[in-house]
């Protein structure tokens, strides 16, 4: 089966929304995505931690089958990201971020890992994410997810790093935001003039688009009562996303649309409880049930 290797951040969030609050759980682009993707294929994680970061986190992740030859361990503190959300629970509001370890840090990609089929490159620095794409030998297909804090202090090189990707995944405002408009479906289009053949943009309760060029594609988001803890959809989303890719080892047009489905349901099963806990919990017959439901709900 197809492998995924994913660079992108380990971190320790605080989180607070209007009715509970967190500290210093386990989150990170990377942690999101490999535990998700990891319920479809085979998982290579690459990224660093601090001094501080939890033996037992790690383990965590081992215990997957999440491959760890790339993580590594650096004096200093591990990434932090304080969040907040208000009552919509759609966007989060960033209080702080800290880079930690992260700061001047290179990804160097285990030997082991430059034949991966796919490549997730998880919200990072996007000299980070180019120094990744620059290690790997010929992967079927690169994905790219990335936050307002890169649109703001990285432009040129994360606009670089497109421009050399097959998919690209952001949110509703992180899409306006890099196109300068409020026009979802034009900042679809000049995404794809940039090069990636599909863009997803993720509109939280009101679900996710797949864009192509010759084709869109909507998916509901799953329905629910309520909402514990956002952090991570997205990340869950492309785990889900691009773990179907693998998992189905095509990149056609179906798979493209099935991939969309089983990024909302992973990302459903993210904001079901606080931290990686939900996705954590889910397990291959529960993505098939949440699959099945959805797939209904779009069928008429
Ligand atoms: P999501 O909610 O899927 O967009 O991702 C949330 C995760 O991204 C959190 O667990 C954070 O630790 C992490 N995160 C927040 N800001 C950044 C950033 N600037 N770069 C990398 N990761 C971040």
Known sequence: MSSILVVGSLAYDDVQTPVERRTGVLGGAASYFAIAARLYAPVRLVGVIGDDFRDEDVERLRARGIDLAGLERRRGGSFRWLGRYDYAMNTAQTINTDLGVFADWRPR???SFVDSDFV???NIDPDIQL??????????AIALDTMNYWIDHKRDALLEVIS???????????ARQ???TVSIPKAARQILAMGPRAVVVKRGEYGAVLFTRSFS??????PFDEVIDPTGAGDSFAGGFLGHLAECGSLDDRALRR??????VCASFAVERFSVDGI???TPDDIAGRYRLLQELVNV
Do not use: M, Q, Y
């Open 259 to 264: 991939a969309t489905l089983h990024g909302t």
């Open 109 to 111: 990609v285990p030997e």
């Open 217 to 222: 594609f909507w998916s509901p988001a799953f």
């Open 120 to 122: 997730f490159l998880a």
């Open 280 to 282: 954590e919990a889910a």
């Open 131 to 140: 120094t990744t794409l620059r290690s790997v030998r010929s992967p079927k």
């Open 164 to 174: 050399r990707v097959d998919i690209v995944s952001v949110n509703e405002s992180e």
């Open 178 to 180: 890099l196109c300068d």
